[in-house]
Nanobody
Framework: VQLQASGGGSVQAGGSLRLSCSPSIRSSTMTMAWFRQAPGKEREFVAAVFRWNAGRTYYADSVKGRFIISRDNAKNMANLQMDNLKPDDTAVYYC???????????????????WGQGTLVTVSS
């Protein structure tokens, strides 16, 4: 399975960006997620849309209320709408996917079998 991520860029604080992830198989068969990694920091969970539970979504506390993850089954994509961006959101963002995750592991990078290339998001103050 290959994941193609797109949509990164530079924006001022308070602005918006939309990231997209296109898997090479049907996204509806997988849990889709976004992680990010800032310089000198570990990769951290951002958001996920679960394969089961009617596609329930999960978010890191730091992005709750500002970011929305969604599926577009018609286009076979998972999107991350990021609003009210802050300088602390600056990082390389990675799309991830897995077919056999259990809910308790949804925030763990090691639970995802497939990863896209990173896309850089830079937020200036």
């Amino acid at each position: 399975v290959q994941l193609q991520a797109s949509g990164g860029g530079s924006v001022q604080a308070g602005g918006s960006l939309r990231l997209s992830c296109s898997p090479s198989i049907r996204s509806s068969t997988m849990t889709m997620a976004w992680f990010r990694q800032a310089p000198g920091k570990e990769r951290e969970f951002v958001a996920a849309v679960f394969r089961w539970n009617a596609g329930r979504t999960y978010y890191a506390d730091s992005v709750k209320g500002r970011f929305i993850i969604s599926r577009d089954n018609a286009k076979n994509m998972a999107n991350l709408q990021m609003d009210n961006l802050k300088p602390d959101d600056t990082a390389v963002y990675y799309c991830a996917a897995g077919t056999s995750l259990i809910l308790s592991s949804i925030r763990q990078p090691g639970a995802y079998a497939y990863w896209g290339q990173g896309t850089l998001v830079t937020v200036s103050s």
